[in-house]
């Protein structure tokens, strides 16, 4: 669970304008951080089936999320993933 310090930096970093809050690049770096968060979870505690249940919809949303930027907007794709370490299209 993010708190609200950290998911505000993620917003600031990330944000297309001055008062975006939920854009497709806002809500993809979100769900980036949560899902690093429930990984070192998951490193301590292997047996969490319902945590990894919650880990794989959340990679399936961001990978749904990263689609529709990537064909709605290649290059602001391209630069989110570049500036979050993920795979670029």
Known sequence: MLDTKKKQKII?????????????????????????????HLKAHPKDNHSRRGLLKMVADRRSLSGYLAKKDLKRYNALAKKLDLKAK
């Open 12 to 40: 600031e970093d990330i944000r297309v304008h001055k008062t975006d809050t939920g854009s497709t690049d806002v809500q993809i770096g979100i769900i980036t951080e949560r899902i690093s968060e429930l990984v070192e």
